[in-house]
């Protein structure tokens, strides 16, 4: 009997992971998939929390994506290692602090680990040519095969046909002509592909989880870099950054304030942390101070602040408790006024 292959897919939750696992499936190879946790990418995360988003499914689309393909989903943490592709990556930034490049590399090389180690054949990935301004370019795609070094076992299902033959190809484990041609950036062809498979739910096509692509997301991690004097970061820091209005109206410190209650209960969980204020005169939000050498004239604009964005922005005097390592005291101040927020305080 013909030995059955096995592939791992680089499953990232979206359309294009879930069409090109299930296309090399449909070719009798045996498929698992692999999910690598960043950190950066918390499906569920900020739209659990917030109201306005509630009607969003609540789910890991990774393993909704595995549910769907009925395959084994191995999950990852790889965030210590992942540190070095945001920070140092060797290709650049995209649009913002997204490495796209280098962390395609990185997922495709941890991949090929996974394989060697498992004893699987070949690495399946989404990509399109044309699709990522950056890592999914025709000249970038043997940058990655070549990089990561996995060469000619990784199979990219969707574009397979623009590309040089795979081993999976060669050796006939894969028919290049039940692979596809795609290109561009256009995803009607990936959701006629669905419509297809008779996949009729799953994630925004066009979507994407990395909130390093996110423009005030990267402003907000190249801030705490700034101020830290270095870059690093750990999970605390890259959740908190998804979460509440951040202002730093000091080069010493910014506040964290909650904007609705669901984003106040997650905070709440941060408040042996930081040092924190929250009204007590009026129904108001949790704000978090991050910073260092904290005076008394940074405790008082903040709490002026504090009132500023609680129910008692209009009244004469707000008092604010503020909690600093299990000592409380209170203040009341006048609440700082709309036109009194330089625009530039907030990040």
Known sequence: MTQQRKAVALISGGLDS?????????????????????????????????????????????LWSAEQLGIKLHIIDIIDEYKDVVINPKHGYGANLNPCLD???????????????????????????????????????PVVARDSGAEDRLVRPLCARNLPATLAEKEGWLDRDRL???SGRSRKPQMALAKQF?????????????????KQYSVKLSDLWSTRGKREYDLDDIMLLKVGRHLRPR???????????????????YRKRFTHMVSSSHTGPLVLLDGEDIKMDDLELAARLTARFGQGRDAELVTVEVHDKGVMQTMAVVPMQTEQIPADWYL
């Open 180 to 182: 596809y041609a795609f």
């Open 18 to 62: 879930l069409l090109a696992a299930r296309a090399v499936m449909e070719q009798g190879v045996h498929v698992e998939g692999i999910n690598f946790f960043t950190g950066f990418c918390v499906e569920g995360h900020t739209h659990a929390i917030r109201k306005k988003d509630r009607a969003r499914p609540k789910r890991n689309n990774a």
């Open 103 to 141: 962390c395609k590399i990185f997922m495709v090389n941890k991949a090929r680990e996974w394989i060697d180690a498992n004893g699987f054949d070949f690495i399946i990935t989404g990509e399109v040519i044309g699709q990522r301004p950056m890592s999914q370019r025709k000249d970038t795609m």
């Open 251 to 269: 080069p010493n410190f910014k506040i964290i304030v909650g904007r609705e209650e669901g984003e106040n209960r997650f905070l709440e969980g």
């Open 198 to 214: 008779g996949f009729e739910d799953y994630a925004q096509p066009a979507g994407g989880c990395c909130f390093l692509t996110d």
